[in-house]
């Protein structure tokens, strides 16, 4: 007598129905003769938050990086709360993850780069990728037309947009005119702010660029939105590759359903996953070709340990039957750490969506003709750069060599003008200049603490661990103040910096301030299963979208 209920037959089998989870699904289904399942624990945002998880300008909606608020939003988040971290005077975060079809794509802030607005990595970056894992498959070269394939891409509607916003056309290698079906477009309103920021960024030494979809990130430019036109709404993997698969009798969405265990057989060959429905039933998706593991950066290490493969001492902790011994599984973790400033501006910004008149105006005008304030996730022009030699010169020769370590053009600093609300006066409008430290040396972990997927497992991200990172943080603080009091700003500007304001100067006193509150989390945890080149699990039966290198 079988130990499990009843299989139900599938050729491929995806855990995880997020970015690369349905994207995958929607390619797949495209050959009629396959069946595909997707199994996804969440159901539909559009229909459990709403305009919340709709509208650009609602972006941040349950994203609060506050610990007591992680479960404000359990029908499209997960509610990870993160280990206290050393490098932040032990502090912890909420750390959103999408938990709905669509995945994280339905809770970040839309901008278009690999994580969450649209652009895409340096040609170095993917040069690098493919020569780790040993197949030029991922170089850059080999990998743009896939990029132009999933894309359909819509240059600013003028007529809406104002005249001193305009965006360059981008390379005409960047997209492609029959691609989709992801939705990526400029917002119908610009960050007033905005219009400073060219200017602004080259009088610190970030030159103009033309886009961040070309193989090059270094520059200053508006970034587009993973936002469809003309209805200016969220384009997420959900809306985008399930909606276009919507109707093909081959896939089928098992939504609320959580996986529980990847099964395999006799010679570790993925052969199905157990999964539990909202009603409590348990039952089995087998895998005929491949069971495909895209549960995100945090839960595909859990199911793989709980499935057998990882640290031998975990497992054993939790009786969990040892299938492979990886160390490595839920190690090496990267994420990149976020800093901000804020100052108040004179200029228009999301903070006025305090007001409720303002917010009721800004609703009429959306609703009327998608213009107007919330078609903009409220920060719109990004600069990249490796820290100039002025900056390079206060750092340590241990952190020079670290660094080095990424490629050539591959930027370390990422800043980007914000206008999201901050809870100052009612009716002010205040400007966040935020910094990610894109080039991280520190490294965190997911370790489960349960054999039970419907346990979250813990995770530390580790933020400014590494002691290279704390001295690139500094530096990074020090050109977002340098970029907010540029003289291009300079008439936009109204009283003195408010965060973290004009008392902390020295070294010492802006490391303190970012260990002490003044860095949360940018959410782009990566490379969290560093197993899968080295071991091949049986060949064909199993594999990886989240976090290989």
Same mark, same amino acid.
Not at 42 to 67: K, M, Q, R
Not at 85 to 110: C, E, I, P, Q, V
Not at 339 to 351: G, H
Not at 463 to 474: I, K, M, P, S
């Given at each position: ?275 539990? +429905? ?6 089995? /998706?087998?895998?005929? *070709?491949?069971?495909? &593991? %895209? =549960?995100? @950066?945090? !839960? ?78 409220? +920060? ?6 490796? /820290?100039?030699?002025? *900056?390079?010169?206060? &750092? %340590? =020769?241990? @952190?020079? !060599? ?148």
């Amino acid at each position: 007598m079988s130990l499990f209920p009843t299989s139900i037959p599938y050729d491929y089998v995806i855990i995880g129905g997020g970015t690369a989870g349905l994207t995958l699904a929607s390619r797949l289904s495209e050959r009629s003769g396959l069946q595909i399942a997707i199994v996804e624990a969440g159901g539909h945002y559009e229909t459990d938050s709403g305009n919340n998880s709709v509208v650009p300008g609602y972006a941040g909606y349950g994203a609060s990086t506050d610990a007591s608020t992680a479960n404000d939003t359990p029908l499209i988040d997960w509610g990870f709360v993160t280990a206290p971290m050393m490098g932040l005077d032990g502090r912890k975060f909420h750390y959103a993850r999408g938990k709905t079809l669509g995945g994280s794509s339905a809770r970040n802030y839309m901008v278009f780069v690999p994580t969450d607005t649209y652009h895409r990595g340096t040609a170095g970056a993917y040069n690098k990728w493919a020569q780790l894992v040993g197949d030029e498959s991922y170089t850059f070269a080999n990998m743009l037309p896939f990029f132009r394939k999933s894309v359909h891409y819509l240059k600013p509607n003028t007529a809406f947009r104002a005249a001193n916003a305009s965006v360059p056309a981008p390379s005409p290698e960047a997209y492609s005119p029959v691609g989709g079906p992801l939705g990526v477009s400029h917002a119908n309103w610009a960050l007033p702010m905005s219009s400073y920021a060219s200017q602004a960024f080259s009088s610190i030494g970030i030159p103009p660029a033309q886009d961040f979809s070309s193989g090059i990130l270094l520059g200053a430019q508006y970034c587009p939105l993973t936002v469809s036109s003309p209805n200016e709404e969220r384009s997420s993997s959900q809306s985008s590759f399930l909606e276009a698969a919507v109707g093909r009798a081959n896939l089928r969405v098992y939504s609320r359903t959580l996986a529980k265990r990847i099964l395999f057989d006799n010679e570790k060959r993925a052969t199905g996953v157990l999964v539990k +429905a909202e009603d409590g039933t348990t039952f089995i /998706l087998s895998a005929r *070709s491949e069971v495909i &593991l %895209s =549960a995100g @950066a945090f !839960q595909s290490p859990q199911l793989l340990m709980v499935s057998g493969i990882g640290p031998p001492s975990t497992l054993a902790k939790y009786d969990i039957p040892l299938l492979v011994a990886r160390n490595s599984v839920g190690q090496n973790m990267w994420d990149q750490p976020s800093l901000s400033l804020v100052q108040q501006i004179s200029l228009e910004t999301q903070s006025s969506l305090s007001v409720p008149p303002l917010a009721a105006a800004a609703a009429a005008a959306y609703i009327a003709n998608r213009t107007g304030i919330l078609t903009s996730n409220g +920060a719109d022009f990004i600069g990249w750069e490796k /820290l100039p030699p002025s *900056s390079r010169a206060h &750092l %340590s =020769a241990h @952190a020079l !060599q670290e660094l080095a370590r990424f490629p050539t053009d591959w930027p370390e600093n990422e800043m980007v003008i914000g206008a999201l609300p901050f809870p100052g006066t009612p009716g002010a409008n205040y400007a966040i200049v935020f910094a990610d430290l894109v080039a991280p040396l520190s490294r965190g972990n997911v370790t489960i603490v349960s054999a039970d997927t419907a346990v979250l497992p813990v995770v530390n991200p580790n933020y400014l661990g590494a002691r290279t990172d704390r001295e690139v943080a500094v530096q990074m603080f020090r050109r977002c103040r340098a970029l907010l009091g540029s003289p291009a700003f300079a008439p936009i500007l109204v009283g003195e910096e408010l965060v973290p304001g004009p008392a902390v100067q020295t070294d010492a006193e802006v490391l303190a301030f970012l260990m002490g509150g003044g860095v949360g989390p940018a959410y782009h945890a990566s490379c969290s299963c560093t197993f899968s080149i080295l071991v091949g699990l049986g060949g064909p039966g199993s594999d990886l979208m989240d976090g290989l290198v």
